[in-house]
Structures are given as structure tokens and as C-alpha cells.
């Protein structure tokens, strides 16, 4: 089957510049998470979706960043405006719900870049 | 707030030395998932463990889990510089939100 898809694959804006990425997960899976990985940290949860739904944004900047996923499939996150700190890569990744090991699977992530 | 902590975060073999990375995190969970991160790469899958006492291998890695000590491992066994990469473990809530340790970087030297 295949894998989660995310695009671009790499970004350079300047700062107080918007940007948009996509994800479009594995087939079936009705879970979608957002993190975002700072160069020499783990993934933080930015945003999990059931369906259309949000299930946890607790994490996610809502001054700046937003995320939808209204057809209950594919998602996109924005950043609006990007701050130098929002350099990072964001993953996003999604799941299987019912599945015994509750296991994600990551996309290839965007490369972000604020100058 | 569940955190996750990794200990070392760095680490620096020579081919064939055996080493243990460890994973603490403070709530109760009993899922627990190591990835593998090389440089530029996503993240890759290598263990799940879902009770506690639980023991997965493969090659040269073999993770374990001890729920009642909210505490993982991940042992390398004569480790070869194909090994060199960040792992991760990530704990599961009971909610479904992971939450990630920053990760231990393994560089294997011959």
C-alpha cells in the first residue's frame, strides 16, 4: 500500500511570510497527527484528527498556525505568519484506528525554513 | 503532563561493544514504540511493545518494556556502523497522543 504522502518537500520563506503543507495519509487510516521536529528534538504533537474531527490541539499555536482536514482524508496545516522559530520539520503521520499495535506511520516530512 | 526522557542522548561506539539506550516516562501507559531516524530521513518503525515484560527482537536490537518501572530499553549487540542513526521512543496514552523522548544519536565507529 502506499506510504503517507506530504508535500513540499522543503520550504524557504521569510519571516512574517504564510505557508500552507499537505498531507494525504495511508488509505483507511481515520487518524491524522501534525508534529513538528526542531533540529535535535523529538516529534511534538501539534494537531491530531479522527475523521474531520479535532481530537487534540492543545500543542498547536492557534495564533499562527492552523489545520483542517475536511473530507475526512487528506489535511493541510498553515502557518500564518511564520516566525523564525517555526524552523523546523513537519511530519505529519497517521493510523489505523482498531489496530491492536496503534502503530503511526510517518510521511517523509516538509523541511521548513524561516529567514 | 506525560514526559518522556532518553538517556544518552549521545553515544559513541566502536563496532562489536554492546551499549543500552533508556527510556523513562512519568505516567502510566503500556504502549511503548521505538523509531529509527537517519539524517534528512522520517521516521521508521522498529519496535512495539504493548505489556508489560514484553521483549521484541530484531538483528541486533532488542527493546523491552517494564510498565511497573515506567521504563524501556533498547540493547545493541556488537554493534556495526549500519546502526549509526537517532532513536526514538515514544510513549502511547491511553488517549492516543504520543509523545516523544529527543532522541539518542548513535555514531558506530569501526
Known amino acids: 500500500e502506499a506510504g ?3 508535500s513540499p518537500r522543503y520550504k524557504i520563506i521569510e519571516k512574517r511570510q504564510s505557508v500552507a503543507f499537505w498531507c494525504n495519509p495511508i488509505s483507511g ?5 501534525w508534529y513538528q521536529q526542531i533540529l535535535g528534538q523529538g516529534p511534538k504533537l501539534l494537531i491530531q484528527f479522527q475523521n ?3 481530537v487534540d490541539d492543545s500543542q498547536l499555536p492557534k495564533d499562527r498556525f492552523s489545520a483542517e482536514r475536511l473530507k475526512g482524508v487528506d489535511s493541510t496545516l498553515k502557518i500564518q505568519p511564520a516566525k523564525l522559530e517555526d524552523s523546523a520539520v513537519y511530519l505529519c503521520a497517521s493510523r489505523r484506528p482498531g489496530s491492536s499495535y496503534n502503530e503511526q506511520f510517518f510521511g517523509p516530512g516538509t523541511r521548513l525554513t524561516v529567514l | 503532563e506525560l514526559k518522556v526522557e532518553q538517556n544518552p542522548l549521545f553515544l559513541s561506539m566502536q563496532e562489536g561493544k554492546n551499549y543500552t539506550i533508556y527510556c523513562n516516562y512519568s505516567t502510566t501507559s503500556d504502549r511503548l514504540y ?3 531516524q537517519d539524517p534528512g530521513k522520517s521516521l521508521e518503525s ?3 511493545l504493548l505489556s508489560n515484560g514484553a521483549v521484541k527482537q530484531e538483528g541486533r536490537l532488542m527493546a523491552s518494556l517494564d510498565t511497573k518501572a515506567r521504563l524501556s530499553t533498547l540493547h545493541i549487540t556488537a554493534a556495526v556502523h549500519d546502526l549509526s ?3 526514538f521512543c515514544a510513549v502511547l496514552t491511553n488517549a492516543g497522543k504520543s509523545t516523544f523522548g529527543d532522541g539518542t544519536t548513535l555514531t558506530v565507529k569501526p
Open chain 1, 4 to 6: 503517507v504522502a506530504q
Open chain 2, 34 to 36: 521505538w523509531y529509527r
Open chain 2, 85 to 87: 542513526a537517532t532513536y
Open chain 1, 52 to 54: 474531520n474531527g479535532v
Open chain 1, 29 to 33: 487510516h481515520a487518524t491524522l497527527y
Open chain 2, 46 to 48: 522498529l519496535f512495539v
